[in-house]
């Protein structure tokens, strides 16, 4: 069985988070978004609020479950026996960024692959930041986000 961790904060999922998961589901048998906890960043949205978001979003897809997460993200597929890493790449920081990240993980452990999705060109420009800037000034961040994500 094909088994794939989509870490990240998701602070709040964005239509670019959405669609790297839609467009893996053909490729792996199990999905599970891995919503990291950090003591020392301060979110806009809750964890649960995070939580629930993802679950609305992906409620009609059994493929996909949400766990939120301590510690490292290879300690994690360990526990959860996935054999992947699913992250999205954006541009060249994305690429630097994540290629650091990567090959520190492939020096923790050698049973972990990192795959990565290239960002659609509809949301290639979209980041959890901007929407919460957006949503800081009273804009409307509805076409960035899934419809499950409501501001109170
Ligand atoms: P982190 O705090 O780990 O960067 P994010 O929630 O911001 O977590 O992102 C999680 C993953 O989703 C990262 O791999 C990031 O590159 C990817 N991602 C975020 N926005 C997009 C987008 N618009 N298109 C493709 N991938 C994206």
């Known amino acids: 069985m094909r088994k794939a961790i989509f870490p990240g904060s998701f602070d709040p999922i964005t239509l670019g988070h959405y669609d790297i998961i839609k467009r893996a589901l053909p490729l792996f ?22 939580k629930k978001f993802i679950e609305e979003a992906f409620k009609d897809e059994p493929k996909v479950s949400v766990v939120t997460y301590e510690g490292l993200t ?3 597929c360990h526990k959860l026996n996935a054999q992947f890493i699913l992250r999205g790449l954006r541009n060249p920081a994305d690429f ?9 993980n492939r ?21 959890s930041s901007i929407v919460r800037d ?4 009273g ?3 509805k076409f960035l986000v899934p419809e499950s994500v409501k501001v109170k």
């Open 96 to 104: 630097e960024f994540e290629k650091a990240i990567a090959h520190t």
């Open 74 to 76: 290879v300690e994690l």
């Open 107 to 127: 020096q923790l452990v050698t049973d972990v692959e990192t795959v990565f999705l290239l960002t659609a060109i509809d949301t290639s420009h979209i980041s």
């Open 29 to 50: 048998d199990e999905i599970v978004i891995a919503i990291g906890v950090n003591a020392e960043k301060k979110y806009m949205f809750t964890l649960e609020e995070r």
């Open 134 to 137: 957006v949503i800081r000034n």
């Open 139 to 141: 804009g409307n961040y």
